[in-house]
């Protein structure tokens, strides 16, 4: 059973950048990864996501001109570098996995989640 596990969540000032990281208890080269986030009160919602292979990214609304997904298969890392972060973007920040070439910003189609890492930004 893949494990994901992510990291980096921290409190940043409004404005500023952050990146966080997704690893797995396998290799994820056989995996597209998703990201995706969960405000307080709010319902999951997705960010962006890579292919299994050749690095191709889809991305939210949300997320367009502010977040880059990004993957390291040498260290089995999966990124999401943000960038100008507001307010709203405070949330639970997930990384799930997809065993299939292309990517979702469909959440039920991922079969393997991690148990998120908190991003909260202040004004």
């Known amino acids: 059973q893949l494990q994901i596990v992510e990291s980096g969540g921290a409190v940043v000032r409004s404005g500023e950048s952050l990146t966080i990281s997704c690893t797995a208890s396998?290799?994820?080269?056989?995996?597209?990864v998703g990201w995706f986030r969960q405000a307080p009160g709010k319902e999951r919602e997705a960010v962006g996501c890579?292919?299994?292979?050749?690095?191709?990214?889809e991305y939210a609304d949300i997320a367009k001109g502010r977040f880059t997904v990004s993957r390291d298969k040498a260290k089995n890392m999966i990124y999401l570098e943000m960038k100008n972060l507001q307010p709203d973007d405070t949330a639970v920040y997930y990384c799930?996995?997809?065993?299939?070439?292309?990517?979702?910003?469909?959440?039920?189609?991922?079969?393997?989640w991690g148990q998120g890492t908190q991003v909260t930004v202040s004004s």
């Open positions: 396998s290799s994820l080269d056989f995996y597209a």
């Open positions: 799930a996995a997809l065993k299939d070439y292309y990517c979702s910003l469909t959440g039920p189609n991922y079969s393997h």
């Open positions: 890579i292919r299994r292979a050749g690095g191709a990214t």
